[in-house]
């Protein structure tokens, strides 16, 4: 039986993930199995694998789920997306196995430091990278103090500033703060975030003097754009392959260079991630790009990578097995090619059945003893 590489339960793109490995592997000829599970039963995404499971729900069942499924499918090589600090607590029981783990980093640390927004841009500063000036506010007092002195000073009152979590993702939580918007603007057209100062001002104090206390948040300038986002697959800090989307109204522009791309493969070489993962940037008026964030995950739109003809779930597969040396990453990388993607609307059938999902009994507690 041939070696395996498994993707456990991850964010919204483990299925393009997925069908990235199948195409890798046609093209390369190569002779592997594809392992995916998750928690839930996801049809729509365990239909892509050769051979699906479902994970036991519970933390401490999850390592003797690990060693039942690397045995019996000679996985050779793991990837997940989702609960990285239980991970890195069983790297050392998972690589004993002789498996290569891939979380997104090497150890818990770089993780908190990714969660926290302000954390990660004091750091990155510190390494001389540009990113965005940001304040941390908890209450409607310090969001206040913050607000006028924003607006007391002359150069910054034409620079629209925004809200977000410190920690968070998909951007929840983002409010741009305007004071120039109606105020039941943030009610009426909820997809522009935007929304009057007085407005989330009084929202948070009528939250506290219920008594909700307030995650910290980031004060910050709204960078007007463009975004982008660069997906790479990256090796104990050392980017094998890149590919940026610039996102515009028109669609995506996937590219291979700028500043804003370099800034990023600067940034995940700081952090010295490892694995498939993503970083953001955006552009200020000062026409140069800023860091927002680093994602120590595939972001959900690694899939649009494919169409530039840079299969990056395929090479950071292909190298997990052993099946692709740096040279044939940096080849496969400069096949690239420039053009505009725009998600479309699209449906397909979710799978009635999946003929493809083995069963897993946990063992009982005697034999775990």
Known sequence: ??????????????????????????AAGADFRIIASHRQPRLEILGEADYAYLEPAADDARLAFIRHVV?????????????YAWFEENRKAIESLGVRLTTGALDHATFEL???????????????LPVVAAKVFSTADELATLLNDHYD??????????IKPVQGIYGMGFWML???????ACFQQTDRRRVHPHTYLQALKEAENAGTVSPPMLFMPWLPGPER????????????AAVSRCKTSEGQILEQSGEAYELAI?????????????????????????????NLRPSGGVGYTLHSGVNLPGLFALRQLGLADESAMAAAAHTFRELTVKPTHAVQPVPSTLPNLLTYAAPSLSQVN
Request: hydrophobic residues 40%; contains cysteine; glycine residues 6%.
């Open 71 to 83: 045995a019996a499918q000679s996985v050779r090589a793991l990837h997940t997306g989702k609960n």
């Open 266 to 294: 600067a940034c995940a070489e700081v952090m010295k991630a490892d694995g498939l993962i993503n970083v953001q940037t955006r552009h200020f008026t000062d026409g140069k790009p800023y860091l927002l964030e680093t």
């Open 229 to 240: 986002s660069v997906d790479m697959v990256v090796e104990k800090g050392n980017v094998l």
């Open 114 to 128: 990714a969660d926290d927004k302000y954390a990660f841009s004091q750091h990155m500063k510190r390494h001389g």
């Open 1 to 26: 039986m041939g070696s395996a590489i498994w993707f456990m339960e991850g964010l919204s793109c483990q299925r393009d993930i997925l069908t990235a490995v199948q195409k890798a592997r046609a």
């Open 153 to 162: 000073q002359d150069a910054a009152a034409e620079v629209l500033p925004c």
């Open 178 to 184: 305007d004071k120039n918007a109606p105020l039941m």
